[in-house]
């Protein structure tokens, strides 16, 4: 019953970290910092759709099913949990690096968002402008 539990865990968080890679850059909108650990995850996520490997986290619950005496599935998690939702054929490699591309374009709308937003807010700043901050520049030309 414990590997059970365990497995439906990593299930739940691999479900999280799936959700994260391709929606994180949303949260980055709000809290810019989280694109320090966004990043890398989204790499991570679309690497493994475009390589077609399978995620370490789906052998990993698959060992607890095993343990707890249920049945493991085959291939990797979205193709088992995901997309059998989405599409009722099993998943194609054509299918993988569309969901990675989605994956991709979902990030770089959201990230170039930021990029526009930041560079607003810092032309609004005039210790942007080469002053420190608190000292005001000197008027141009006198």
């Known amino acids: 019953m414990l590997y059970l539990w365990l497995a439906d865990l990593v299930?739940?968080?691999h479900l999280a970290f799936v959700a994260f890679?391709?929606?994180g850059g949303l949260l980055v909108l709000r809290r810019p910092r989280v694109a320090w650990v966004h990043l890398p995850a989204a790499a991570w996520g679309v690497c493994i759709e475009f390589a077609g490997w399978i995620c370490p986290?789906?052998?990993l619950e698959n060992s607890l099913r095993l343990r707890g005496g249920a049945a493991a599935y085959a291939g990797d998690f979205i193709g088992h949990y995901v997309t059998t939702v989405l599409y009722p054929a099993e998943l194609t490699r054509g299918t993988q690096i569309a969901l990675g591309a989605?994956?991709?374009a979902v990030n770089a709308a959201v990230y170039w968002r930021v990029a526009l937003a930041r560079r607003a807010?810092?032309?609004r700043r005039p210790e942007r402008l080469g002053a420190p901050p608190g000292i005001q520049r000197p008027p141009a030309g006198g």
């Open 11 to 13: 299930l739940v968080a």
């Open 102 to 104: 989605f994956a991709v």
């Open 121 to 123: 807010a810092a032309a």
């Open 21 to 23: 890679v391709v929606l």
């Open 57 to 59: 986290l789906t052998p």
